[in-house]
């Protein structure tokens, strides 16, 4: 009888696809693509270089050769959408660094860092060659900017309504008594506040009733400031929700996240195909978001994540969900939440994981189709490697690994034994980078 792990390792050497460092690398990625209109393109650390720069080359190739018209990011929505504006040759920045500006919520450097800088400088480049009405956006699929979110409603109602501007600041009172989300969520949920759930709800819904007259003005500048509006009060009644479930089940609170990120996902593609263009999205997140959690020990706990609904929600024939894991090497991360951002030496991986399987085939960095041979091998659960924006070596298994089925989890994946840290834009960060710890 073979051995399971040889025929695995097997498998993979005959059907993985060497990465060279050229432009050929990502051929049999977009061959796969096809009609596809979403393309989510997962990491297995917030903190890694080569991820950042192989999601740029990635998705510029798909922007250019396939006709992809939107990125959607791991990032807060209004964050997102000063770079959004500047991408597209609006706003008032007037250089990619002073766009990112608005990021100032830990972790600065998941979006702050020299790979999306320099993705940023070449996506403006592409989009200032277009018209106007084929330019690509850049958009944030998260939810905790509940303040910020907030006061952007208000701002633009001041534009447009001002009587509705009013009627929200007072839906959005039970809010301003404190500038700390957590807190409010907790004194919320033990009845030591009156909760915001009613009039940040109401907000919404007068948006949605009082539309026809605020879209009646000419033009996309109406519809993208309305757009922008409306996902913002979409941010306010889902942080709010997820405040207060943060004091519940993890579950909870997770789904509330992951729900929101996917609402904001396919109101993304709504808007982009009633402004006549194709509504294709390249998705960038953690793989925790973007593999289908029901191949995870994520589905046993009652958590669901955005792969798991886009593929429920539009088809698997409509999303190509790409994981990304690495053997060892450095990472950009935490010790512990709110702290300095280090340069870390991540541990070679377990030998019971993927990532030693990966690293046992010799081949160093290779695309896999999760696919015929590979796809029946590698449905065998094994442990796989997590590291958000905190990693803590000293507690790795407990705080950083989890059983999935790769296979199920993922369409294809990238593997690259040897990865390193991302720089961060900021140079207090920068300077702590010198030697990994």
Not at 103 to 117: A, K, S, T
Not at 172 to 183: I, S, W
Not at 250 to 264: F, I, L, P
Not at 347 to 365: G, I, M, Q
């Amino acid at each position: 009888m073979p051995n399971p792990s040889h025929t695995a390792l097997d498998v993979i050497r005959n059907e993985a696809l060497r990465l060279d460092g050229d432009e050929h690398d990502y051929d049999a990625l977009l061959d796969s693509v096809g009609g596809r209109s979403l393309v989510l393109l997962g990491e297995a650390t917030h903190g890694t270089r080569e991820f950042y720069r192989m999601r740029a080359e990635l998705t510029l190739r798909l922007v250019v050769e396939q006709g992809f018209d939107a990125i959607a990011v791991e990032a807060d929505w209004p964050d997102a959408y000063r770079l959004n504006l500047f991408v597209r040759g609006e706003g008032h920045d007037q250089s990619a660094r002073s766009a990112f500006d608005d990021f100032q919520r830990f972790p600065r450097w998941m979006w702050r860092n020299e790979e999306v800088l320099r993705f940023v400088e070449r996506l403006r480049d592409i989009n200032m060659t277009r018209q106007a009405s084929e330019r690509i956006g850049f958009y944030g699929l998260d939810m905790y900017s509940m303040y910020r979110s907030a006061n952007a409603v208000v701002d633009y109602l001041s534009t447009v309504d001002e009587e509705q501007a009013a009627i929200a600041r007072k839906q959005y009172a039970a809010l301003d008594h404190v500038r700390d989300p957590q807190r409010y969520g907790y004194e919320a949920v033990l009845g030591l506040r009156p909760d915001c759930r009613e009039g940040v709800r109401q907000r919404l819904l007068d948006l949605w009733t009082l539309a026809p007259e605020y879209l009646s003005a000419d033009g996309r500048g109406a519809v993208d400031a309305y757009f922008f509006a409306e996902r913002n009060a979409h941010v306010v009644a889902s942080a709010e929700s997820y405040y207060r479930a943060m004091f519940g089940s993890r579950a909870a609170s997770w789904n509330v996240r992951d729900e929101h990120m996917v609402q904001t996902l396919f109101a993304l593609q709504a808007h982009l195909r009633a402004l006549g263009s194709a509504g294709k999205v390249v998705v960038w997140a953690h793989n925790s978001h973007l593999g289908d959690a029901r191949a995870t020990e994520m589905s046993r706990a009652g958590e669901w994540n955005v792969g798991q609904l886009v593929r429920e929600r539009a088809g698997a024939e409509a999303a190509w969900l790409v994981g990304f894991t690495t053997y060892t090497g450095t990472v950009t991360a935490a010790y512990e939440w709110d702290g300095e951002a280090e340069c870390r030496q991540v541990k070679v991986a377990r030998p019971d994981s993927y990532e030693d399987l990966f690293h046992r085939t010799r081949l160093d960095r290779f695309y896999l189709p999760m696919q015929e041979e590979a796809a029946r091998v590698l449905r065998e659960p094994l442990l796989e490697r997590a590291i958000g924006v905190l990693y803590r070596p000293d507690t790795e298994y407990e705080s950083h690994y989890f059983k999935a089925s790769i296979a199920a989890q993922f369409d294809a994946v990238f593997h690259l034994d040897e990865t390193s840290a991302v720089e961060p834009l900021d140079t207090a960060a920068s300077r702590r980078e010198m030697q990994p710890v």
